[in-house]
């Protein structure tokens, strides 16, 4: 599978943003945007907050532009369920397919699909996508669990075996270490995501699982089962607390990217806020019926799916569609080296080069087809994905030192980067 290695405005390194963050006794309706007819049911922000994906009720997803209030992506028909998992930085989402029996891998920046995964039992949580997006859990129709390569497709790991009431829910750390998965068995297992091994386990009432999913630092589980109660638990699955402030069917719950709140839905039109150290409620939201919500990923904003076919936003200022300037990144255009490469695992480390864009930096530059980039700039580049987040925080204009293998023989060259062509070139 190939993908152009262009720096877009999805940026790969964690920045600390200037502005107005979300706090919740500040917290007020800035704005919204009407996303379709049909009430959007999912939602999530690429890593710079400055695109919003949306999954509507009637399985159409869509990629927003915030700053530019326009829809950029449309992919229909996408999902059946009305839940999508994303990769940590907004450029992959993962669903059932509308056959209602295999998962569907897209590449956001591109609109295309780039994996199918079969035999999938299709539920609302029964899927999830590791934080890079490399690797798939799914639980198959058998009831098993299990981890697939997400390039290939090939199992990597069986966590579960078959028959053992697995329909569930399911979520992947943000550190991409652990799995937890709670079955219709009435179980909660934590499993090593390295080894497959079950680290814990532990036993719930009978209550059917709506929602698991972790804080930021990946230190608290949280579940949320069938008659709405909140139930917190440690990564090595003792059980922490069950909220006092209840739900009326949450289906859905938040962390700020700072980890200080946790934001849940209430269908009653309210949503609850926490503070996510002490775990004390601090206000209710009278933000209308929603079905999901996100925080925005530099804190700014908190973004809730409302019945009405628009995404509220709901934070300290108006301008939701304009992210905050970050520390570290540079004014200008994103850089962009103008390559296509093998996402799949080489035999080398490296960056496969599989062909380069016609007049682009890297082809001015001398790269060719079957290169293998080592290095870029101080960066050793043992994989594809790498080579493309250091591209993501350069700018056009930057020359930078590119180390690569042709037939065995280590050359270098210097790359000055241009800027990404428009998306319709």
């Known amino acids: 599978m190939l993908r152009l290695l262009a720096a877009s405005v999805l940026l790969a390194a964690d920045v600390t943003p200037r502005g107005d963050l979300f706090r919740a006794e500040s917290a007020r309706a ?17 890593r710079d907050s ?24 449309e992919i229909a028909p996408s999902f059946y369920s009305h839940r999508f998992a994303l990769s940590a930085d907004g450029t992959r989402a993962l669903g059932p397919a509308p ?7 897209f590449d956001l920046e591109r609109g295309v699909q780039i994996g199918s995964y079969p035999d999938i039992a299709v539920q609302a949580q029964t899927f999830a996508l590791s934080p890079d997006g490399r690797r798939v859990s799914a639980v198959s129709r058998e009831q098993a669990v299990r981890i697939l390569d997400a390039a290939t497709g090939d199992e990597q790991k069986s966590l579960v075996g078959p028959g053992t009431g697995q329909a569930g829910c399911m979520a992947w750390s943000p550190d991409g270490k652990q799995v937890v998965v709670h079955g219709w068995d009435s179980t909660i297992r934590f499993f090593d995501a390295a080894t497959g091994e079950t680290t814990a386990s532990c036993a719930t009432t009978g209550q059917v ?20 109660g909140i139930v917190l638990f440690d990564r090595a699955g003792r059980e922490l607390r069950t909220l ?11 962390f700020s990217p700072d980890g200080l709140l946790m934001a849940a839905n209430d269908v009653g039109g309210k949503t609850r806020l926490w503070d996510a150290k002490t775990w004390r409620h601090l206000r209710d939201l009278e933000t209308g019926p929603g079905r999901h919500l996100a925080f925005s990923p530099d804190g700014r904003y908190l973004a809730i799916a409302a019945v009405d076919g628009t995404v509220k936003f709901w934070g300290a200022s108006g301008d939701f569609g304009t992210p905050a300037p970050v520390e570290g990144v ?7 080296l103008g390559i296509f490469g093998n996402l799949t695992e080489d035999e080398e480390k490296g960056a496969r080069v599989q062909s380069t864009v016609p007049g682009g930096p890297a082809e001015k530059a001398g790269v060719q087809a ?15 994905e790498i080579l493309r987040s250091v591209v993501s925080a350069l700018r056009e204009g930057d020359e930078i030192e590119v180390v690569y293998k042709r037939e065995g023989v280590e050359k270098k060259v ?7 062509p428009p998306e319709n070139e």
């Open 209 to 228: 699982p709506f929602f698991v999913g972790f804080s930021p630092d990946s230190a608290t589980v949280v579940v949320v089962n069938q008659a709405a």
């Open 370 to 384: 079957g290169d293998l980039i080592v290095k870029i700039g101080a960066t050793p580049t043992e994989s594809f």
């Open 30 to 46: 800035v704005g919204s945007i009407q996303v379709g007819k049909s009430a959007p049911a999912c939602l999530g922000f690429s």
């Open 414 to 420: 210097k790359v000055k980067l241009g800027a990404r």
């Open 99 to 105: 056959d209602r029996r295999s998962l569907r891998l």
């Open 244 to 254: 006092e402030a209840g739900l009326a069917g949450s289906r859905s719950i938040a």
């Open 330 to 336: 540079r004014p200008g255009a994103p850089g962009y």
């Open 50 to 73: 400055r695109r919003l994906i949306v999954l509507s009720a009637d399985n159409r997803l869509t990629v927003w532009d915030l700053g530019a209030r326009r829809r950029v992506r």
